[in-house]
């Protein structure tokens, strides 16, 4: 009955704040509802077919996610999702009751759900998951959560409480910091990780965190190096290294439309050599060294839950960009706008290597703002890679709140500044990159959250691109 | 003939670099290139030699606390013979955040941990009283730098948990006009010793504020090059950037 009455109020509550405008309704319904009974969302989750699915990360949380759902997808599976964002209890909650019938029972077999990794707690202790993946942890807005190695101390904390013993563990085994989670001994660890030497770096990176061994503290080394702290790491000091694979990248080659392809192998589990019978080879619309970390995530998971691969294949196939990702827009004057969001110094240099490995210079925008959902400090940007822009990218159109910071730090990392030009409007920002673009070109759009957010609202009063609720399944 | 030559050591460039530091680094170079300076970086990390005759101007950053303390006690075992040496010889420094904290006398932490500091700046450092909040957000300050109180104020972003006490006598940087600055009580921000700046700005901070990136590479090319004037550059871009962030800090907190 109070279950009843709980799930209820929280969908009316929905229903009410949906219907007068006030936003999504995020968290307000799963709010009411838990005040109404205290452990409703562990009831929810355990009413689930097979069980709720957690994806953590500081980067690709997202993109992994929408990979992970149209894999289950497409193999038969019905999965609910939460709204990214909305990652509390509070919203978790709201994400599951609206999944659920006034008896308590959520008609689905997953629920998977995007967390960020600050707030794992609130998911694995009431919700008790089969499985948790882990992608990369970065540093990521230092004034708000604090220094990573506390995110990553809490993060394993919060595992050894309440991961359950039998649940999936699946790590990316070219963090160091993530494989080290498999040292807590909760969950049963499934590893995935890169192996392309012709996409490693060649100069160092400088949004590195976590150089150190996080058993003994003595700087790692690196046999290939993808980016920051990412890649062939090994310990001098207490002989840990990059545990082996369980699915491993192959080979990665970024094509000329600005797609992957990508050829996948997962290990044997008697040690024999892998053969052709254990790869999968699949285009993804999604490209960059990320994204094909993305999905190494995403298949690792997904095989180990034991879908078959030519699913896998077909789901990963069909990804397209998550709100703001890899978004392309295209324009009524026929040219597109590639949207990519840039929220800290690796997520960056992310699409800096992915711009300077495109080939073509293209026009950019990149607009910088330094809201409270942004993260009040700009300095993040003088850790990423701009330099890596000198040369390979056109002329460059700055904007938002910030857009002096910027056209600064493009100043300093060496580009001509008769190439760079402010205007604080984004969207008018963005037409002045569009003009600049030849006919039938693309742009390069790099906005940070609430810059997308606010050129996002004005493209789709112009019908230009879905509103991102509606997008989302 | 030659240009002249400048050599900026950086103390615990992989550890102790964290808001951006490296900008301010960036910044140093950049602004030597623009000049002809001849300008080489060498990264000193733990259980390097600092070669006091070699470093002309020196830079450390700030650190999360594990890394600090393995910096710290390697500056104290290792290079605080050499920095006070670089020092006395003439050779410029700047220290922020982290770095700041260990070129004081004393650095204790919320856990209680004590790190001894190399005693550079005339202070110390403590954590907040229990239940105060980390000092975090956009800090404008007006120079007290001996013979640069005319020059713009300075703009930076602070997030430190730790509350710095400069010594009766000890040179501030600059009056905070907004933020918290040393310690969120006395209304100043940093430390000057000679030729030796501490500051819990970041942001980063030259870039914005680029006379004090000046300042410390006129000190340091002094050094080497008696007499030798820095030429002027065209800073319109910095100076717009200042002023934005400016605006900013007073809108946005
Ligand atoms: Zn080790």
Known sequence: MRVTLAILLGKLVGWLSRATGRGGGTSLPGRVALRVCPGLDARLAASLRRGVIVVTGTNGKTTTCKMVAAILRRAGFQVVRNVSGANLRQGLTTTLLAAAGLGGRIGADYALLEVDEAAVAHALRPLRPIALLVSNLFRDQLDRYGELSTTAQRLAESMAADLPDDALLVLNADDPLVASLADMGSGRPVFYGIDCVARSLTEADHASDSHECPGCGTPLTYQIRYGAHLGLWRCEGCGRSRPSPDLTVAEAALQADLTERVRLVAARADGASATSADALEASLKLPGLYNVANAAAAAALTLALGVDPPRVREGLESTSAAFGRLERVGMPDGKTAVLMLVKNPAGLNEVTRLIAESGEPRPAMIALTDEIADGRDVSWIWDADLERLDGRVGRVVVSGVRAHDMALRLKYAGMDMGSVEIIADTRAALARALDLAPAGGQVYVLPTYTAMLDLRARLHAEGLVPAFWEELE | ?253
Request: proline share 5%; net charge negative.
């Open chain 2, 1 to 253: 003939m030659t240009g002249p030559r400048l050599n900026i050591a950086w103390l615990y460039a992989d550890l102790m670099s964290i808001y951006g530091d490296r900008g301010n680094v960036v910044c140093l170079v950049r602004r030597c290139q623009w000049r002809g300076i001849d300008v080489a970086v060498r990264e000193i990390g733990i259980g390097d030699e600092l070669d006091p005759a070699e470093a002309d101007l020196l830079f450390i950053g700030g650190a999360q606390d594990r890394e600090q303390r393995l910096a710290a006690d390697d500056l104290l075992a290792r290079k605080a013979e050499p920095v006070r040496e670089a020092l006395a010889s003439g050779a410029s420094a700047l220290a922020v955040c982290g770095g700041y904290q260990l070129f004081g006398h004393e650095y204790r932490d919320a856990a209680g941990t004590v790190l001894r500091g190399i005693g550079v700046f005339d202070l110390v450092t403590e954590p907040a009283a229990p239940g105060a909040r980390r000092i975090i957000g956009n800090v404008v300050a007006s120079p007290l730098l001996p013979g640069c109180e005319d020059a713009p104020n300075l703009v930076g972003f602070e997030n430190h948990g730790g509350r710095t006490r400069l010594s009766v006598g000890a040179q501030p940087l600059g009056r905070v006009l907004h933020g918290g600055g040393n310690n969120g009580e006395d209304g100043f921000e940093g430390c000057v010793a000679g030729r030796a700046v501490g500051t819990y700005l970041h942001g980063s901070l030259l870039p914005k504020n680029p006379w004090l990136a000046d300042w410390l590479l006129q000190a340091a090319l002094t050094r080497r090059h008696p007499g030798y004037e820095l030429p002027a550059l065209d800073d319109t871009l910095e100076l717009q950037a200042r002023e934005s962030a400016e605006r900013r800090a007073y809108a946005a907190g």
